[in-house]
T-cell receptor
Framework: NAGVTQTPKFQVLKTGQSMTLQCAQD?????MYWYRQDPGMGLRLIYY???????DKGEVPNGYNVSRLNKREFSLRLESAAPSQTSVYFC???????????????FGPGTRLTVL | TQLLEQSPQFLSIQEGENLTVYCNSS?????LQWYRQEPGEGPVLLVT?????EVKKLKRLTFQFGDARKDSSLHITAAQPGDTGLYLC???????????FGKGTKLSVKP
């Protein structure tokens, strides 16, 4: 039982390059999330998927796109990377969306991305 | 906009000392969670509190949810080096139905 897995763990890109961060969960959770974590800024929500087939913008969606491929997988794409996107990216999942509920989230180990 | 303010931002103490971390907001949350994050890893849930005034204990850690459900505290008794990490509070029931995270308290416990 791996929980939430993310690939790659580390990535260095040049400005303008594109890449996709992969995330998968094996807990049969309905909801999945992408966050970025920057020093002094805490965790900020980029996009989320409340259920398979739906995606919505979070607090900082500009420059990113997502795909909920199936119930297990949720990918994050940077179409044209910028230095401001240098960050640590975390994928998380929860059994249900947090509409007034507990919304306990389980996080992956993160992807450390540097954009030069 | 719902915000969670954590204090202090940094805390460095000696093994055996007690400490309290605070998480405050002007907004009401349906639940409040505390996570701990170790370097190079993702946050891991410690506890969820849902009722105003609720107190939960996890070994040497005591969590309290304020009566008005706008604030929470984490108290650690006799801190150990293994308690070192980033402590994050997160409020549930945000405007988008998601968790709102505080910026965290970085704790260092020296032997």
């Amino acid at each position: 039982n791996a929980g939430v897995t993310q690939t790659p763990k580390f990535q260095v890109l040049k400005t303008g390059q594109s890449m996709t961060l992969q995330c998968a969960q094996d807990m049969n959770h309905n909801s999945m999330y992408w966050y970025r974590q920057d020093p002094g800024m805490g965790l900020r929500l980029i996009y989320y998927s409340a259920s398979e087939g739906t995606t919505d913008k979070g607090e900082v969606p500009n420059g990113y796109n997502v795909s909920r491929l199936n119930k297990r997988e949720f990918s994050l794409r940077l179409e044209s990377a910028a230095p401001s996107q240098t960050s640590v990216y975390f994928c998380a999942s929860s059994e249900d969306p947090g509409w007034g509920s507990y919304n306990e989230q389980f996080f992956g180990p993160g992807t450390r991305l540097t954009v030069l | 906009t719902q915000l969670l303010e954590q204090s202090p931002q940094f805390l460095s103490i000696q093994e055996g000392e007690n400490l309290t971390v605070y998480c405050n907001s002007s907004s009401v949350f349906s639940s409040l969670q505390w996570y701990r994050q170790e370097p190079g890893e993702g946050p891991v849930l410690l506890v969820t509190v849902v009722t105003g005034g609720e107190v939960k204990k996890l070994k040497r850690l005591t969590f309290q949810f304020g009566d008005a459900r706008k604030d929470s505290s984490l108290h650690i008794t006799a801190a150990q080096p293994g308690d070192t990490g980033l402590y994050l509070c997160a409020g549930g029931g945000g405007s988008q139905g998601n968790l709102i995270f505080g910026k965290g308290t970085k704790l260092s416990v020296k032997p």
